[in-house]
């Protein structure tokens, strides 16, 4: 603490610059009037950074960094701040006569930047008021029918629900029904969006003057592919302002500066508010999101709102890379991390989220003892070996895979067969991108098979489809199943295409209920009634029959001699969102939090706190064969997981930077375990649910809640009250305390059963004549992996032995370290 | 929330509630609650609400002109007055679970989310009173529990959760959780709270935690309900007249309506009296013997009970009563001499909380087979519930990922409609 003060101690902040830059360095102007941003970033000794783009003098005059196409030819920009100087070398490159008109370059980009497009209103899932846009003009030719030809717009028919009308009048432009809207002249939900004397008035009437054409289709030269922002992190000071700089990627790799026609929003504007123009302001300590749309993308910067400098910030020392963005971000953000967590603190935490397992007495003892510098390394490697490191991810994926008997077709048999396909993909340490591939493609009766059972009938392919996307890609697709998603650019084609790949699935075998599962092959049925009439996948909308394509548009033709379901496999496993979204989910098992949160929901408005150290993660698990182990080693050795949760003033409110361990409650499984474990007395679980045709009426002894397959046969109130998740939809476990759990740990069995039992670890302790102190230690050692301090026994000692009967003093003390958060939480 | 707040507040609330929720309007409708007599398995609705010719039983007469319902069902015949029946109903889902998730949340099953119930959604719009847990389901399943998760409350948390409790029939029923044990005196729990304030005080300073000011007003909560009686005596039947106790019916379906009854007294705003579950109406084999001897009997004794304790106590006024399986049947007998599973076209009963009774909402042809007029959707029913409370039926709750999605989902993704023929 007192090292800490030391280096709070303010030092005089370095006001000049020492470098100074322009963003981007070079650039190219493709028509008359076109614009492009520069931005004048300032560099400080510190490492600190600064936009100077209004404080600078430039040369050609630029206003605000603007350069403006005029002349075709090479153009040198330069910007001086103080004695120091930048260039940017541009071209202008205008063809002869005006730009080309485009419908969505000129009238799109006004609906994106006056709002009228965002999902909040015409851009929404259903449109508002009977017309629909596509959010940030995804779809410029929808949009333009809508407007030109009118229409009342329904969700799920591609039909105006009413006769068409256009909002557009060509003998009166003034008189359209889209510029009254807009202006307010007719009333509007939206109220007024621009002025008539405005210049996105102006180009409205000029364009409907003109027929209100759409220009050329689009192609490459204008779609846009992605949204490129600079920067990506920006961390502001509180007295200081920064511009954004969005530039467009078409699709034939060229690139526009949109900076002036993009929309921003804040996520929080405690934190930080954004102009119209992209300067941004801060407001208030701490981090946020801007949101940016423009031209059909959304993209998302975020920003953190930083403290004084510190002086003499220490070398924080690094294991591997994770560290190195990990605290380069911390850095950056003014914040201190924690210090190396303690032995103690350090094994409990490690062995939690390894095996879902407390350490026992002797492996803290030995742990603490050894001077082995190594030995962080030793205990991670050792506790990968262990059986209860299989258990603890068979459980792990058994929830994401949905292991359950209504899930698997309600024959407890299949829910184990698909289990333990399950544990010995683990145990095996199956690379995961195999592991995905054999549930994606799963064909006959093997164990993965029986995913695609639910209820047993086979899954809607709409379901299984968004689905697999949002366990392997981390995508929340369904959105796009009725409607193109509202956020991102996902349409309801892309969606029926790829689902189209479920949708030959067929299960067969009369015999009981002995199913195989196989995809149709031809487009007749096979005189089976479970066949004939299914094996088409039909554009909701268009009622068209679908063909499966892929993503990127490439279509996989049906054939009678493949499972079309490989192709979909080949291709997922390889694409850059499965791997991010796997190192994604194991890093938020370590931490609490995905890079990306929540972990599957990847979306351009949702950015990865740390995107470099996701994409390094992603290509490192790459390049390791999708070695789960290896990742998993890679993060717990890293310094970052092994700080402590201790606090200091600058990361105290840090909660998504990794400055400190968060404390994270047990999972509901580990928590009763762990119950077990201390108490001495394991849980029996029952059911009454006949599996293999007997009615098993109890688990073998010693079975622990890890290692239960079905949730719903084995019920367990103290498991639901935790947030168990009983998997019959994708598991969102919530570890909010509620009033539940407190009236279970007064009054429920699970406690106080236990903790009278005699074959328990209290009552033999208490009958083996140790002392009150012997007896403690054990207590702490086993339940919060330490050993009592010095302050804490003699109080402790002292409250017992002014307890009238020993025997009661201790089931009372016993149960209140079951009770306490460091008990009941990891951190 | 401060944690000065969140005990203020946790010394009125149950179940979660915090000080949100206290202030939240109270509904401004006549209905404060709502008892639903869970008709597990579906009925036939031809033997029951909507007598047809291919009924093997004959339709009766009912006290109110015009309305006539199967023989089967003679005491609520007396009591038509205070039920009407939607004989449209057009669901989706033809097996149970498929068919129990849509009744209950009004949407089809889907892996991507867990849908809320329609009481953990009256649980949330309406709010606790006298600290009851608002949201109750009695009794919980034996067998094939994961049905009792179609009655959770997905997204909105677990403060919203039914809380589920044994059969109230059974001699050996109690509440786990809801009184200490024997073995754990007052003092204990004194004693206890002293070690833990002592055992967590290392840790608190050290590590900040969200939760942490959260347990302690749930357990301070807790300590206050378990030393309190007046909570546990709404789940004891024995303080109810032994003939009251009689004329619901000593079964479990009876004393499940008579707790029900006892519970929305003492402040519950939603129950589910599920006591059809060891007798269920899922008749694929002799449907006929089933619904005349083991099925109608129960159900027009305990309905009738709860119709006339209800109004004998002034509670009729404002407790909505619903019954309904999760489907009808098939208006054909199959080879075993039963009836299938049916959504297409069903009947349910309701009343109470300012829904008339006495009155027919839609229509079937000739068998009973499909709807002819007013087609009825489970968002429809819900909205005309919603209505009863006062609460809002277009409201549309956002998912953590900004899903919006309806309390009254009708079908082809439209807002249900109030049957304001009832209201």
């Known amino acids: 603490m007192k090292l800490f003060l030391l280096l709070l101690a303010t030092t005089a902040f370095a006001a000049d610059p020492v470098a100074v830059r322009l963003i981007p360095s070079t650039f190219e102007l493709h028509r008359a009037g076109a614009t492009q941003q520069l931005l004048l970033i300032a560099e400080y000794p510190d490492g600190s950074t600064q936009d100077l783009t209004d404080s600078a003098q430039w040369t050609p005059n630029a206003p605000a960094g603007q350069v403006t196409a005029a002349t075709p030819g090479p153009i040198q920009v330069s910007a001086t701040y103080g004695n120091l100087n930048a260039t940017a070398a541009g071209r202008i490159e205008t063809a002869a006569g005006p730009a080309e008109f485009r419908f969505r370059s000129a009238i799109g980009s006004i609906f994106t930047k006056r709002g009228c497009n965002s999902p909040a209103c015409h851009g929404g899932v259903k449109g508002r008021g009977g017309l629909k846009l596509s959010a940030a003009s995804l779809f410029p030719q929808d949009d333009y029918e809508w407007i030109v030809k009118g229409g009342e717009f329904q969700v799920l028919s591609a039909e105006s629900k009413t006769a068409r009308t256009p909002r557009i009048n060509l003998q009166n432009p003034v008189e359209s029904l889209l510029l009254r809207k807009a202006t307010g002249a007719t009333p509007h939900g939206g109220g007024k969006r621009f002025a008539v004397d405005s210049p996105e008035y102006q180009t409205i009437t000029n364009w409907i003057q003109k027929g209100a054409p759409f220009g050329p289709p689009e192609d490459d030269t204008s779609r846009v592919t992605a949204l490129e922002v600079y920067p990506k992190i920006l961390a502001l000071e509180k007295d200081q302002k920064h511009r954004l700089l969005v530039t467009a990627i078409m699709a034939n790799g060229r690139r526009e500066d949109v900076t002036a026609q993009a929309l921003y929003l804040a996520s929080d504007r405690q934190i930080a508010t954004v102009a119209e123009s992209g300067l941004v302001t801060p407001a208030a300590l701490g981090e946020t999101s801007i949101l940016i749309r423009a031209a059909g993308q959304a993209a998302a910067v975020i920003v953190g709102v930083i403290g004084d400098p510190i002086a003499n910030y220490p070398v924080v020392p690094k294991n591997n890379f994770i560290d190195e963005h990990i605290s380069g971000k911390l850095r950056r953000l003014r914040i201190l991390p924690a210090a190396l967590s303690s032995d103690v603190e350090f094994l409990r935490r490690v062995c939690l989220d390894l095996t879902g397992t407390l350490p026992p007495p002797a492996r803290v003892t030995e742990f603490v003892r050894s001077t082995d510098p190594k030995k962080r390394e030793r205990v991670i490697d050792a506790l990968i070996a262990t059986p209860e490191f299989t258990d603890y991810w068979t459980f792990r994926f058994q929830d994401l895979f949905r292991v359950a008997l209504f899930s698997n077709g309600i024959n407890a048999k299949w829910s184990q067969m698909y289990g333990e396909w399950i544990r010995e993909s683990i145990a095996k340490n199956k690379p995961y991108d195999r592991m995905a591939w054999e549930r994606l493609s799963a064909q006959g009766y093997d164990g993965p098979t029986r995913h695609f059972l639910p209820y047993d009938v086979i899954g809607s392919p709409e379901e299984t489809m968004a689905e697999e996307v949002r366990v392997f890609f981390g995508r929340r697709l369904e959105c796009a199943q009725c409607h193109n998603h509202p956020y991102e650019t996902w349409s309801q084609d892309q969606f029926w295409g790829l689902a189209a790949f479920f949708g030959r699935m067929f299960k067969m075998g009369d015999t009981g209920n002995e199913y195989v599962i196989f995809d149709h092959p031809l487009n007749e049925g096979m005189g089976n009634s479970e066949v004939n009439g299914k094996i088409q996948t039909l554009h909701p909308r268009t009622k068209a029959a679908l063909t499966p394509t892929l993503l990127d548009g490439r279509v996989v033709p049906p054939s009678d001699k493949e499972n079309p379901r490989k192709a979909l496999a080949d291709w997922m496993v390889q694409h850059p969102h499965f791997a991010e979204a796997a190192v994604n989910r194991v890093w938020a098992e370590f931490f609490g939090r995905g890079l990306v949160d929540p972990v599957d929901d990847f979306r351009s408005t949702n950015p990865a706190t740390h995107p470099e150290l996701l994409a390094r993660l992603a290509a490192e698990f790459r390049r390791n064969g999708h070695d789960l182990r290896a990742l998993m080693r890679l993060i717990v050795t890293s310094r970052t997981y092994q700080l402590s949760a201790e606090t200091n003033p600058t990361n105290r409110a840090d909660r998504v930077n990794y400055s400190h361990a968060l404390p994270r409650p047990l999972l509901a499984e580990v928590l009763l375990d762990a119950i077990g474990q201390v108490t001495g007395v394991a849980e029996r679980f029952t059911t009454t649910v006949t599996a293999n045709g007997k009615v098993t009426q109890q688990t073998p002894a010693g079975t622990r809640a890890i290692q239960l397959r079905e949730p719903d046969l084995f019920h367990s109130r103290f498991l639901d009250l935790y947030g168990r998740p009983n998997r019959l939809a994708l598991p969102e476990r919530s570890g909010k305390a509620n009033l539940g759990q407190a009236l279970n740990m007064l009054a429920g069995p699970i406690y106080n059963e236990k903790l009278a039992a005699s074959e328990g670890r209290l009552q033999k302790l208490l009958a083996s004549k140790a002392t009150d102190e012997a007896i403690l230690n054990d207590l702490y050692l086993t339940a919060l992996g330490r050993t009592p301090d010095a302050a804490e026994r003699q109080q402790i000692l002292t409250a017992l032995s002014a307890q009238p009967n020993r025997n009661e003093a201790w089931k009372d003390l016993f149960w209140a370290v079951l009770c306490s958060r460091e008990f009941a939480e990891n951190h | ?423």
């Not at chain 2, 015949?77 to 939607?86: C, E, N, P, T, W």
């Not at chain 2, 304790?309 to 098939?330: I, P, Q």
């Not at chain 2, 409201?395 to 079908?411: M, W």
């Open chain 2, 1 to 423: 929330m401060q944690r000065r707040n969140f005990l203020s507040a946790g010394s009125l609330g149950f179940l979660g509630l915090n000080l949100a929720d206290l202030l939240r309007a109270k509904p401004n409708g006549k209905a404060q609650s709502c008892i639903l007599l869970w008709l597990e398995g579906g009925p036939s609705q031809i033997d029951t609400w909507d007598p047809k010719p291919n009924s093997a039983f004959q339709p009766i007469s009912t006290n109110v002109p015009g309305i006539q319902i199967s023989e089967l069902l003679p005491q609520l015949a007396r009591r038509m007055d205070r039920l009407s029946l939607v004989r449209s109903m057009h669901t989706r889902g033809s097996d149970h679970p498929q068919g129990t998730h849509y009744a209950i949340t009004g949407h089809e099953v889907n892996p991507a989310m867990q849908f809320p119930s329609i009481g953990s959604i009256l649980a949330k719009e309406t709010g606790a009173r006298n600290s009851m847990p608002p949201h109750v389901l009695t009794p919980h399943w034996e067998k094939a529990r994961q049905y009792e998760d179609y009655f959770r409350s997905g997204f909105l948390g677990p403060e919203y959760d039914p809380m589920c409790i044994p059969d109230p029939s059974k001699p050996d029923f109690q509440i786990t959780d809801l009184s200490l044990p024997k073995s754990v005196s007052a003092e204990a729990v004194e004693n206890r709270k002293g070690f833990l304030q002592m055992i967590d005080r290392r840790y608190r300073t050290m590590v900040e935690g969200a939760e942490h000011a959260q347990m302690d007003g749930f357990q301070a909560q807790a300590t206050k309900m378990l030393l309190n009686p007046a909570v546990r005596e709404a789940f004891d039947l024995s303080k109810e007249p032994a003939k009251l106790r009689d004329r619901y019916g000593r079964d479990a379906v009876g004393q499940s309506a008579l707790m029900a009854r006892r519970l929305i007294e003492a402040g519950t705003r939603f129950v589910t009296a599920a006591g059809f579950h060891s007798n269920s109406w899922d008749t694929h084999a002799k449907n006929d013997e089933g619904h005349r001897d083991r099925l109608c009997p129960p159900l027009d004794r305990t309905l009738s009970t709860l119709l006339d304790d209800l109004k004998d106590r002034g509670l009729y006024d404002s407790t909505v009563v619903l019954a309904m399986g999760e489907f009808g049947r098939t208006p054909f007998v199959n080879n075993d001499r039963g009836r299938d599973h049916w959504p297409n076209c069903w009947s349910l009963a309701i009343g109470g909380g300012g829904i008339a009774g006495g009155r027919i909402v839609g229509a079937s042809h000739a068998e009973g087979a499909q709807v002819t007029s007013r087609a009825t959707s489970m968002g429809d029913l819900f909205a005309t519930i919603y209505k009863a409370f006062g609460i809002d039926w277009n409201k549309e709750y956002d998912t953590p990922i900004g899903r919006p999605i309806k309390i009254a989902n009708s079908l082809e993704d439209q807002t249900g409609q109030p049957l304001n023929d009832l209201l």
